[in-house]
């Protein structure tokens, strides 16, 4: 089984880290099993404080009911709680049983501080989410969680 170090390694988002700062963010997250057909984060609702990343496992992302976008590991999703405690934009169901690790947004916002140039990539991919609002949703940036 890879470490949380290895799963984050599948991220863009943190694709900059080196393996020092991979390792710190790593003691950061929480790993979560998930059953097949929960909803791990749900439209409208403020549904956590937290940035998901898939490790294992599969699961869709719905607004409105409609499917809008797949997650696989190395996916990632919750971007804008990262930033802000708003509602969720989309719903993410588990299709399968996943095996997913959460990071908090105090846990983060310190993360980040320490390692600007995290947040500056965040920040180029939340401009992104945004930009493609009116886009038809791409497999990595499905939402805007």
């Not at 393996?19 to 998930?34: G, N, P, S, Y």
């Not at 105090?106 to 980040?112: G, H, I, K, L, Y």
């Amino acid at each position: 089984m890879p470490s949380v170090a290895d799963d984050l390694k599948r991220v863009p988002l943190f694709g900059s880290l080196n393996d020092r700062q991979r390792r710190k963010l790593a003691r950061l997250c929480r790993e979560r099993q998930v059953n097949a057909g929960t909803t791990i984060v749900k439209e409208g609702l403020m549904s956590g404080v937290g940035f998901f990343v898939v490790a294992e496992g599969e699961a869709a992302v719905t607004i409105g009911g409609k499917e809008v976008a797949h997650l696989g590991p190395g996916d990632h999703f919750g971007e804008l709680a990262l930033i802000t405690r708003q509602e969720r934009s989309a719903s993410v169901t588990a299709q399968t049983p996943m095996r997913c690790l959460e990071i908090r947004f105090w846990d983060f916002r310190d993360f980040a501080r320490a390692n600007p140039d995290v947040m500056w990539k965040l920040l180029e991919h939340v401009v992104a989410l945004l930009s493609a609002n009116d886009q038809t949703p791409r497999r990595r940036t499905a939402t805007r969680l």
